[in-house]
């Protein structure tokens, strides 16, 4: 269900005091807004990390905005020494997917996109094979052939950053099995999101359902985190694991992981998508 387009968010992260529900919601009320959802975290009962996400209308407000914005910074967010982020339901994220040869992640995200599931624009699909070009263009999307050799790498990762431009808000790596270099990384904190066919931290790097296979596993899952310099370290926004047997090897374990992979990649691009994902360290709070 989507949010209408009067639809605005706000994200807060500060130290935990009393009286910062308080003011943030007086100050709303002051400018008109009507708080449709609140919902708030704290680390410790005293001396704790707090933690709001808040979605508010927009139509009755006695200011523009800019102003609004330049209003909370000054009356409230000084005062509390927050680390604060404003959205609008009106103004689309721009979206663009990365991937390899695998199509599962990428299908399930332009499949959601095109029903409306998916608040955003789908900008563009890169990918350093051509084998998808035929599927992505059934959606309409361009579709960009990044090849990346041994000795092309840096020149394929400033292509890439060229194709993405500056007004990309969200990169998704569905299934894209290159590792990006610290400075492409640098260019989108905690906007590049990975799915990793493992339930981390357990197999990560390469072949997960092999190194599952071997381990005989009971369950086998996928993880959905932002990607960091470390290779599958950074903040995990979503799990989910599925039931397997002795009688699995390790295709059918891949098999039935994909539809892990599908509902976890889609489940947390949504999550970030509706700004209800908070970054502190390295783990989020997630408002859902």
């Not at 002051?30 to 707090?50: C, R, V, Y």
């Not at 680390?83 to 991937?99: D, E, G, L, N, Q």
């Not at 350093?128 to 790498?153: I, K, Q, W, Y």
């Not at 996928?222 to 799990?239: C, K, M, R, S």
Request: aromatic share 10%; charged share 20%.
């Amino acid at each position: 269900m989507y949010a209408p387009t009067t639809t605005a968010r706000l994200l807060i992260q500060c130290p935990d005091q009393a009286g910062i529900v308080a003011s943030v919601s007086n100050f709303f009320f002051n400018h008109g807004a009507n708080i449709t959802m609140l919902d708030q975290h704290s680390t410790d009962p005293e001396g704790g990390k707090f933690f709001l996400r808040l979605e508010f209308q927009t139509p009755h407000l006695d200011v523009s905005q800019d102003r609004l914005e330049q209003i909370f910074a000054q009356r409230v967010a000084s005062l509390y020494s927050m680390t604060w982020h404003f959205s609008y339901a009106a103004k689309k994220k721009r979206m663009a997917i990365m991937v390899s040869r695998l199509d599962h992640a990428m299908l399930e995200l332009l499949w959601r996109w095109q029903r409306q599931q998916l608040h955003c624009d789908v900008t563009q699909v890169i990918s350093n094979h051509n084998n998808l070009a035929a599927s992505v263009a059934e959606f309409d999307v361009p579709f960009h052939h990044v090849p990346v050799g041994h000795d092309s790498r840096e020149a394929a990762e400033q292509k890439i950053l060229d194709l993405l431009g500056s007004d990309t808000d969200v990169v998704v790596l569905a299934r894209y099995m290159q590792i990006l270099s610290n400075e492409f990384v640098a260019a989108f904190p905690n906007r590049i999101i990975n799915i990793h066919h493992s339930f981390l931290p357990a197999f990560v790097g390469a072949n997960p359902y092999v190194q599952a296979y071997d381990r005989g596993v009971k369950l086998i899952g996928a993880t959905a985190h932002y990607v960091t310099n470390e290779l599958d370290q950074g903040p995990i926004i979503e799990q989910a694991v599925k039931r397997v047997t002795h009688r699995d090897d390790a295709f059918s374990l891949k098999e039935k992981g994909r539809d892990v992979e599908r509902a976890v990649l889609a489940q947390a691009v949504q999550w970030h998508l509706e700004d209800r994902v908070l970054v502190h360290d390295n783990k989020t709070v997630v408002f859902v």
